[in-house]
């Protein structure tokens, strides 16, 4: 029933619940909202399939690996939202290593075209980065040269083009911040034990 008091409205009801079920009520709250927390860390935390990448750079590949530097290759998709985190990254990293790495971002999206790429928010901030080239693998063959199965995939080679690095350059799924995969990178092209 609505009743005034005191100037205010209020709803009064007769209906009584237990202690008991507010005290389930609240534990299954508590329940569902850490079993969901769970789900989306491991999710977060959970790497995606780590490429079998070549120990040394594919013969027949398309893309063009610097001789006088380290490359790095990222593999990525353009459409996958945990990869600006990537983008954002490499940025960090081409900015603390200062013309000792080469970069390319290689966008694969199965059935578009370049130009569909190209406008890409993904593809403008890659492009955007100082010594970062960004290309495009319409066929897949760069994608299964390099055995790259997920976006975000990092692959670093050496002056000679032996492998020195192959899996992500964030700490987790779509975050920015120091990570093991940056440093480890870092260490490679500064010379040093990684």
Not at 39 to 66: C, D, H, K, M, Q
Not at 124 to 135: D, L, M, N, Q, T
């Amino acid at each position: 029933m609505f009743g005034a008091i005191g100037g205010t409205t209020t709803f009064m009801s007769n209906v009584f619940i237990p202690r008991g079920m507010l005290w389930a009520a609240l534990l299954a709250w508590v329940a569902s909202v850490s079993a969901g927390m769970a789900v989306l860390f491991r999710y977060e935390a959970t790497p995606g399939i780590n490429a079998v990448a070549p120990g040394t750079w594919p013969v027949a590949s398309r893309i063009a690996r610097s001789g006088d530097r380290y490359s790095l290759v990222l593999f990525v998709h353009p459409d996958c939202p945990c990869t600006r985190a990537s983008i954002a990254e490499l940025a960090i990293l081409m900015a603390r290593l200062q013309g000792r790495l080469s970069a390319l971002v290689q966008f694969r999206k199965p059935g578009a075209r370049l130009l569909e790429i190209q406008r890409s928010a993904l593809w403008e901030s890659a492009s955007a980065i100082p010594g970062v080239k960004a290309g495009f693998d319409h066929d897949g063959r760069d994608v299964e040269q390099f055995d790259a199965s997920v976006s975000g995939q990092a692959l670093l080679y050496d002056r000679a083009g032996r492998l020195m690095f192959s899996g992500g350059i964030t700490a987790a799924r779509g975050h920015e911040g120091d990570n093991e995969g940056v440093e480890a990178i870092v260490r490679h092209v500064n010379g040093k034990q990684a």
